[in-house]
T-cell receptor, first 115, second 114 residues
Framework: EAGVTQSPTHLIKTRGQQATLRCSPISGHTSVYWYQQALGLGLQFLLWYDEGEERNRGNFPPRFSGRQFPNYSSELNVNALELEDSALYLC??????????????FGQGTRLTVV | AQSVTQLDSQVPVFEEAPVELRCNYSSSVSVYLFWYVQYPNQGLQLLLKYLSGSTLVKGINGFEAEFNKSQTSFHLRKPSVHISDTAEYFCAVTTYSSASKIIFGSGTRLSIRP
C-alpha cells in the first residue's frame, strides 16, 4: 500500500511568486493535515481538511490557502512568497475526521526555498 | 486550548547510555499523547501513543513513555541508546473533539556520541 506522497520534493521560487504543493493521502484516508517545519521552529500547524472541507486553520496569514479534492488529495497554495516561507512542508493523512485515536501518517515533505 | 512544551531543544548522550526526553502538556480536557520521530531527511513516524489504560506505553525501537496526569507530563525514555537513534523527536497532543487538531512540541534533537 502506498504511503502519503508529496510533490514536488523540492521547489525553488523567487520572492513574490506563488507556490503550489500537492499531497496524496493513503487510500481510504479522508483527512489531510498540512504543517510547516521551518528551521529551529518545530512543526507549525497550517491547515486541516476533511471530506473536502477546511476544518481548522493555524495562525498563518490568508496568503496560505488550500483545498481538498473529491479524491481526498490536497493542495497547499502560498501566494506572494516571502523569504521566511522557506521551510519543509509536511502533509499527514488520517482515516477519521480527526487525530483522536489513531496515528497520522506523514509524507516526506516538500522543501520550499524562496530566494 | 492545548499546548505542548519540550524543554530540551538538544540532548547529547553517549552510545549505550540511558536517555529521557521531556514533554509537558497543558489542556483543560482529557488528552491523547503521541511521540513521533523524524530521521534526517525523512517525514515523521509514530513511536508510541497514549490513549487510555496503562500509563506506561511501549513503542518501537525500545522506547517507552509514561503518562503522568498529576504532573501533566509524557516523558520519553530509552535505557540504552544506539547511533541509529540520532533523530529529532516530537511530542504531540490532541483532544477528543470534532474540531481538534494535533499540536506538536518544538522538537528535541537527540545526538548520540560514540
Amino acid at each position: 500500500e502506498a504511503g502519503v506522497t508529496q510533490s514536488p520534493t523540492h521547489l525553488i521560487k523567487t520572492r513574490g511568486q506563488q507556490a503550489t504543493l500537492r499531497c496524496s493521502p493513503i487510500s481510504g484516508h479522508t483527512s489531510v493535515y498540512w504543517y510547516q517545519q521551518a528551521l529551529g521552529l518545530g512543526l507549525q500547524f497550517l491547515l486541516w481538511y476533511d471530506e473536502g472541507e477546511e476544518r481548522n486553520r493555524g495562525n498563518f496569514p490568508p496568503r496560505f490557502s488550500g483545498r481538498q479534492f473529491p479524491n481526498y488529495s490536497s493542495e497547499l497554495n502560498v501566494n506572494a512568497l516571502e523569504l521566511e516561507d522557506s521551510a519543509l512542508y509536511l502533509c499527514a493523512s488520517h482515516v477519521e475526521g480527526g487525530l483522536m485515536n489513531t496515528e497520522a501518517f506523514f509524507g516526506q515533505g516538500t522543501r520550499l526555498t524562496v530566494v | 486550548a492545548q499546548s505542548v512544551t519540550q524543554l530540551d531543544s538538544q540532548v547529547p548522550v553517549f552510545e549505550e547510555a540511558p536517555v529521557e526526553l521531556r514533554c509537558n502538556y497543558s489542556s483543560s480536557v482529557s488528552v491523547y499523547l503521541f511521540w513521533y520521530v523524524q530521521y534526517p531527511n525523512q517525514g515523521l513516524q509514530l513511536l508510541l501513543k497514549y490513549l487510555s489504560g496503562s500509563t506506561l506505553v511501549k513503542g518501537i525501537n525500545g522506547f517507552e513513555a509514561e503518562f503522568n496526569k498529576s504532573q501533566t507530563s509524557f516523558h520519553l525514555r530509552k535505557p540504552s541508546v544506539h547511533i541509529s537513534d540520532t533523530a529529532e523527536y516530537f511530542c504531540a497532543v490532541t483532544t477528543y473533539s470534532s474540531a481538534s487538531k494535533i499540536i506538536f512540541g518544538s522538537g528535541t534533537r537527540l545526538s548520540i556520541r560514540p
